[in-house]
């Protein structure tokens, strides 16, 4: 009897077997949200969009992508540490949510044990523009002139405590300036109040920024990082401007509700590296935007988001910046 249930078992096991494959490979079987915190027309959402049109090729279900601005980042972050674990819910961020915010504030909605981490999918370099008026022909100038010029000059940014705001407001401490910050929901809407001359200084992404520089309509003063941009390769790094020690760079990642299943989050990953670092989409969605390829898998991502967090409180610290 006992060898009898010993052969049911292992035929049980034989049967079950390949119906638990069927079922972990079932992923995704319906549509699947990735949850980006800015405005439509951005760069992140031009490539989250990007990105989500590749997947839903890939997995046969669409991929809907769902804007939700407001609060650096914030809103989004909890919408998705709010959300059912089940795979089905991504976040596309900055490290904003992922790092910063939890140095920014006193207090926020979310910890980043709410989140799986799932893949750093790209990195990016901000650009520091003015409008196209503005009396400075290379950082030292503007440095020079904003020192003789305390408290007259304003800078945009995407949002309180976003990157572009840190940057600028790292920038200004370590340089001793005195610049008003004016906050947007988006690149879109900062870009043109800098270019209509409503603002007179701000860091932007350099796929955001370059269009606008061989008509005149922006001036760009220098780039992060340790070349030049492909697509602005007559503006120079700051290194070459005279500010090695500054950095402005930044990255996109995805995360998920904590909960998600590890094989979710490792599809998700497997597959967008995959997408990110195509020749194709390289070519048409990350170098005109001035992103790089990354698409880490989620223990790469987790590993790299602990030194990142350490990093983000000696950043804020130096600026000085504080939103409560």
């Known amino acids: 009897m006992k060898k009898l249930h010993k052969i049911l078992a292992v035929a049980a096991l034989a049967v079950l077997a390949p119906l638990s494959a069927a079922h972990a490979q079932a992923f995704p079987n319906r549509m699947v949200r990735i949850v980006v915190p800015y405005t439509p027309g951005g760069p992140a959402d031009v490539l989250a969009r990007a990105l989500g049109q590749q997947l839903s090729t890939t997995w046969g279900q669409p991929v809907v992508i769902d804007n939700k601005p407001g609060a650096n980042e914030m809103i989004a972050a909890i919408e998705v540490a709010r959300a059912p674990g089940d795979g089905y819910t991504f976040l596309l961020a900055s490290d904003a949510v992922f790092s910063l915010n939890s140095h920014l504030y006193a207090k926020i909605q979310y910890e980043p044990k709410d989140f799986v981490p799932v893949s750093k999918l790209v990195t990016a370099n901000l650009m520091l523009v003015t409008r196209p008026d503005f009396p400075a022909a290379n950082v030292g100038e503007l440095v020079e002139y904003a020192k003789k010029n305390p408290g007259k000059l304003n800078y945009a940014s995407v949002g309180a405590g976003g990157v572009n705001h840190l940057a600028m407001a790292w920038f200004n401490s370590i340089n001793g300036l005195q610049m008003e910050h004016v906050p947007y929901k988006g690149l879109p809407q900062a870009l043109q109040d800098l270019m209509s001359g409503r603002v007179d200084v701000g860091f932007a992404v350099i796929g955001g920024a370059a269009p606008q520089l061989p008509s005149g309509k922006l001036k760009a003063l220098a780039v992060a990082g340790r070349n030049r941009s492909t697509i602005a390769q007559t503006v120079p790094t700051f290194t070459e401007a005279g500010y090695p020690a500054f950095d402005a760079s930044f990255y996109f990642g995805v995360a998920a509700p904590k909960g998600t299943p590890a094989e979710a989050a490792r ?58």
């Open 267 to 324: 599809k998700f990953a497997r597959d967008a590296s995959a997408i990110v670092n195509s020749a194709d989409f390289k070519a048409k969605y990350l170098t005109n935007l001035g992103f790089e390829a990354v698409g880490d898998t989620p223990e790469q991502f987790s590993a790299f988001l602990v030194g990142d967090r350490d990093a983000a409180a000696k950043k804020v610290q130096i600026s000085g910046a504080k939103l409560d």
